[in-house]
């Protein structure tokens, strides 16, 4: 049995123009000591997939299928069941580092927290174990700076810290929603090696959450692309990559910025988009919900949700138009 199996989750949310299904019809499963990254521009209904897995969903949020975790079921459970998980054995990097953090408590008092709560720890037993991390996710001083407040610390040193108290309990899975947002390239660089570093040393399993191609491409074996709430396209990351058969992944990959970009002018060339505008939720048209962006869509992908097509290495799409006739 898989660590985590994600069966036909769908969540509806309650918005000002009635009820709206934000995701449908998710499946996935991961693995101890495996990793699977989400990608998709904002409102694809990748951080909802997370919050759903935690319990954390807007209170009038409506949650359908199975959540497994170990073999417990996660849709719908009572709150004191997702309280043991939290931050035990799922912890969960949020996407902001500059909101995570408790602004009047210090960071030793919220990377000790999980660690008294979970483990039983003593208060001495907790600071300790709270500089360890600290050191160990490369916070600087942090004997010296573990009574200090957020605001004392940069976006890049907050994240660290944010790190620091989703690792605190040595969780058997570990999400990472956006985790270098805001932070230089250079910042980004060392977030997401100390992630992966600490993942493969306590063999756990990863779910990265990201809108940046080059960074699921580095960091994940397996990814799933999302639109409007659906999954587009899934499989091995290289073999995504290498053979990418949805229109939206493709729009998606295109419109990379590259440095030093030229059109055949030899001027700097504008960057590719994707037609049109993501739709509001209670505006997501019927059928392929990419459809109506889609520069080859035919009149059939309004009638229904495409099925799944194996393409074979695990490698799945659902289009109508087959895969490999696109």
């Known amino acids: 049995m898989a660590l985590l199996e994600v069966n036909h989750l769908q969540i509806t ?172 390239v250079s910042i980004q660089r060392q977030i997401l090696e100390l992630i992966q570093g600490i993942v493969q040393e306590r063999n756990m399993a990863l779910l990265l959450i990201s809108h940046d191609l080059k960074m699921i491409a580095q960091n994940v074996n397996r990814m799933m692309v999302m639109y409007g709430g659906s999954v587009m396209e899934s499989g091995p990351t290289e073999v995504v990559f290498s053979d990418m058969e949805h229109p939206y992944t493709r729009g998606l990959f295109a419109a990379r910025p590259l440095l030093g970009q030229r059109g055949a002018d030899g001027k700097p060339a504008r960057l590719t988009t994707i037609e049109g505008t993501v739709p509001e939720l209670a505006d997501l048209p019927t059928g392929c919900r990419f459809h109506g962006r889609c520069p080859i869509g035919i009149e059939a992908c309004a009638l229904g949700t495409p099925p799944p097509i194996d393409l074979g290495n695990r490698h799945i799409v659902r289009c109508i138009r087959g895969g490999s006739s696109l």
């Open 13 to 184: 949310l309650q918005t000002h123009r009635g009820p709206a299904v934000a995701v449908r019809d998710m499946s996935f499963s991961i693995e101890r000591g495996d990793s699977l990254g989400l990608i998709g521009e904002s409102g694809c209904g990748k951080s909802l997939t997370a919050m759903a897995l935690l319990g954390l969903l807007p209170e009038q949020a409506q949650v359908s299928g199975s959540v497994l975790f170990d073999g417990k079921e996660l849709a719908n459970a009572e709150e004191s069941v997702l309280c043991d998980l939290r931050g035990n054995r799922i912890g969960m990097v949020f996407q902001e580092p500059m909101t995570a953090l408790n602004p009047v408590h210090t960071v030793g008092h919220q990377v000790a927290e999980p660690l008294r709560l979970h483990k039983g720890m003593s208060a001495r037993q907790a600071r300790e174990e709270s500089i360890a991390l600290l050191n160990r996710v490369g916070l600087p001083d942090a004997s010296r700076r573990v009574d200090a407040y957020p605001h004392q610390f940069s976006g890049g040193q907050r994240q660290r810290i944010t790190i620091a108290m989703a690792l605190a309990c040595g969780p058997d899975l570990l999400i990472a929603d956006e985790p270098t947002t805001a932070l230089d």
